[in-house]
């Protein structure tokens, strides 16, 4: 609900109000001045009027919107017309208005009528919309745009502030200029002035009567300035008269302003103290306080009706006797210096007998009241009954009065055919009980006496059979009494006994050994239970500390009252509830006593409207327009979020329940009274938010609504991710095969290439070797051995030595890969020097290497290889010498020789560097470097 107020607009759900007012700089806000009026139209958009402009609401993003057509005008009235329009009673005129479009349009520029009759009112009554006017009013088809006027005589003048059209198609129109209250019937052309009414009148106040509106049952409620509320039914002419009496300071409480009635039949009222509504056809509950003196003292305990049919009630302030023919009270009390009327002031039982006398039980002893006399009878010890504080007072079907109290025997009753009274401690079964004390005694329908012990539990005694039996709670089982002090006790239909506790409610059913438990963790929201009754339905009814409960036939929960329903008090007593001969249930509570015909009450399903109202997200807050059906898509970070909801309740707010289950999420419905549902951690996916509402938790009436929500999954939580990973996987795996594969044959080649190499390795030094057996070189080396020895036979020895110190150096080496410099360099010398013994000057070899080197590797005889080589293909003579240079260059030794190449060559193959090379492939990563120039020779080895 909206209401526009001095201070600005504000929106209530049945529990909380929000304020809008005009924030300064804000253009999203609503403007200043007065919102004079509000309406929704049909699709459920809010407009508000204020002194310069139309504003409209958006509830996705909670701010207000200006309509610019309408930028600077008052409006004064809106009303939603079923065609999708707006009508706009301004400043300006009577307009319509298509707030989709934009378009605007002028009545009195489409109907001339609305020129020579002005506009003060506007109502809606099914598609006819009735204008006030002066002396009458305009009735205008929103389709057929038929347009008539209808003059109202009344003998004065008048003008049409507010209008409105009852169920019987009577109209009923406020003149505040005339102070005038008027209805008119179409049919018979009559006029009705309420405002003569004579019970107005005799008032003497008089008053404007400033807004009405008429109710579904032909009432039209009138609000007024001081003279309070008036309800006038057309059908009878009946009027009442609502004034606020109890007001000490003022009569603002009664300065009534504004009046609507909203879809579900609520009447709400404004005022200058702000909003008053009720449900006009919600009569169930009345009240009537215990004492004339009303408020003051209101405290309800024990009641009864006579045979006479007047009511009789106790009070902590004396009895009183309410006579509903006169509505007049009399009372007995004691009062400050004045003869004692009552034994004590403080009464809590009330009994008739069988010759109509009244007993009663008050905190100091025992009083009754024989019909036609003044004075009440008092009875002492010497009436063999103490003075005692007692609890109650009972009637039963033999004529005894019984009397509980909690002290001496505990309990006494009265026989009115002897006139005495006897102790139990002389009753024949209940003997057994003395001293146990009693808060109250009842008889059910077989005769037997039910007897609440006062702490001590529960005694049933069955005087026919001479049985007897006790129920006491020590909390090792649930076959028994829910408490031991027991306030009430009823019977139902099926001979089922209720008691009441403080510690809630137990049904005995004794034939089958049944016991049924209500209790605050079951059943109630207190543990506090007193008065019960039993209705025609058999229905249970039971007063607790926070309410009035009632059960179903099943004994499940059926419905619950408090004063959101027209209770006088929520809090009800420690005493019995009481059921009049008209079937009427009447209960005491600590503001008075209800009132109530309880076969009016029939359950409905909850029919009441409920929505999302808002959504929170990450506390970014988004508003939804009531019952619009919406979509909710998040973003995998945004799984945390709450959901507000709204049920329209205005009668029991205080007894609504919500229902909320996320499909998908939750395994089962969450209820609560907390319209809200919070959810954190909630996994990607698509669900289904189900919701309902209702005023008792026991009858779920209407269907459930739904809210899709679909909250995107995080990449590496999602189906198609682990998609990706499984493909992904399968190509690392395949690749690492292929890898694998590749590797293995990249193995096997290496291995085979290894031993390629090893077999070359193998040839080239068995080539080497081969060289340096050669025949040549030894058949050369033997004939000049033959001719130094018949020369110089010492020159002869010495030679003899270094071809042995070369084959010793061949043998030494033969199973090694390399050797040092060093050690090459010594041999390739011994070499050379059996060669100059053949060449004498003609050969020239210089070696020129560094310390430094020398510690170097190079393979067995490759300087030698090279000497050799250089010698074979080179012509060697005195005049022509060959020249070789060995020495150490960038990691390389160097064997350079000056060229002059034989013609023939004896026995090469071609194959000696071919060789080399392939040696020095397995041996380093450095190539061997031949050059060939037109003067020399030179070829570079690595040195390793």
Known sequence: MWFGSLGGLNRYNGKTTKRFTKIPGDSTSIPEGIPWTVASDVEGRLFAGFDFGLYEYDFNKDIFLRHDKLKGIYIQKIVAGPDKKLYLLTGAGLFIYLPSSKELIRLDSVNKLF???????????????????????????????????????????????KVDVDKNGKVWICDITNLRMLMFDPS????????????IRSSGKGSTYNDLVCDKSGNTWITTSLTGLLKVNSGTGGLQYFFNDSVQ???????????????????????????????????????????????????????????????????????????????????????????????????????????????????????????????????????????????????????????????????????????????????????????????????????????????????????????????????????????????????????VIWISTFNGVTGIDLEKEKYIWLDDKTFFNTNYTGPLAIDSFNRVWIGTANGLYVTDSLRRDEGFFDESNGLIGSSFTEHSGYRLRNGEIMMPTTKGFIRFKPELFKPQPSSYSFYISWIDIFNKKKHLAPNKEVSLSLRPNENFFTIGLDAVNYTTSSQTWYAYRLVGFDDDWHYTQDPKAVYSHVPGGTYTFLYKATS????????????????????????????????????????????????????????????????????????????????????????????????????????????????????????????TLREEIDFVQTYINLQRTRFKNGLQVNINIGDDDLHKKIPPVTLQNLVENAIKHNIIDVDFPLLINVYVENGYIVVKNNLQKKQMVESSNKQGLSNLRSLYKYLSDKPLIVEEKENYFLIRIPLI
């Open 115 to 161: 020129k020579t009759h002005p506009q003060y009112a506007l109502r809606m009554h099914n598609e006819n919309l009735y204008i006030g006017s002066y002396n009458g009013y305009i009735v205008y088809n929103v389709f057929t745009q038929k347009t008539e006027y209808r003059e109202v005589k009344t003998g004065k003048n008048f003008q049409a502030f």
């Open 188 to 199: 018979t052309g009559k006029t009705t002035v309420i405002s003569d009414d004579p019970l």
């Open 249 to 495: 300071q003022g009569t603002s409480y009664n300065i009534l302003t504004s009046a609507y009635i909203s879809r579900d039949g609520i009447v709400w009222m404004g005022g200058v103290n702000g909003i008053i509504y009720f449900d006009p056809e919600d009569q169930l509950f009345s009240s009537m306080y215990p004492l004339p003196e009303g408020k003051l003292n209101a405290f309800g305990r024990a009641m009864l009706e006579d045979r006479s049919g007047n009511l009789w009630f106790a009070t902590s302030n004396g009895i009183s006797r309410f006579d509903p023919a006169t509505r007049t009270y009399t009372t007995w009390r004691n009062e400050p210096a004045k003869q004692d009327q009552i034994y004590y002031n403080s009464v809590r039982g009330m009994a008739e007998d069988d010759k109509g006398m009244i007993w009663i039980a008050t905190g100091r002893g025992i009083n009754s009241y024989t019909p036609g006399e003044k004075q009440l009878r008092y009875y002492s010890m010497a009436d063999s009954i103490p003075p005692a504080f007692y609890f109650s007072a009972n009637a039963d079907s033999k004529g005894r009065i019984w009397f509980g109290t909690k002290d001496y025997d505990g309990l006494y009753y009265y026989t009115s055919a002897t006139g005495k009274f006897t102790s139990i401690r002389n009753h024949p079964l209940l003997k057994q009980y003395t001293g146990f004390g009693a808060r109250i005694v009842f008889e059910d329908s077989k005769k037997r006496l039910w007897i609440s012990c006062n702490g001590n539990g529960l005694v049933m005694a069955d005087e026919a059979t001479g049985k007897t039996r006790r129920w006491f709670n020590n909390d090792s089982t649930r076959n028994t009494i829910i408490g031991n002090t027991v306030i009430d006790i009823k019977e139902d239909k099926e001979g």
């Open 696 to 819: 008792n938790i026991n009858n779920w009436g209407n269907e459930e609504k739904k809210l899709r929500i679909h909250i995107a999954t995080v990449f590496y939580k999602s189906k198609w991710f682990w998609i990706a990973i499984a493909i992904l996987l399968a190509l690392v795996l395949i690749m690492l095969y292929r890898f694998k594969m590749n590797k293995q044959r990249q193995i096997h080649f290496l291995q085979t290439k290894a031993q390629m190499l090893e077999k070359e390795k193998a040839l080239v030094m068995f080539e080497s070797l081969k060289q340096q057996l050669n025949p040549h070189f030894l058949f050369n080396s033997l004939s000049s051995l033959s001719g130094l020895i018949e020369a110089d036979q010492q020159l002869a020895g010495n030679f003899l030595k270094q071809m042995s110190k070369i084959y010793r150096y061949i043998l030494k080496s033969r199973d090694s890969e390399v050797v």
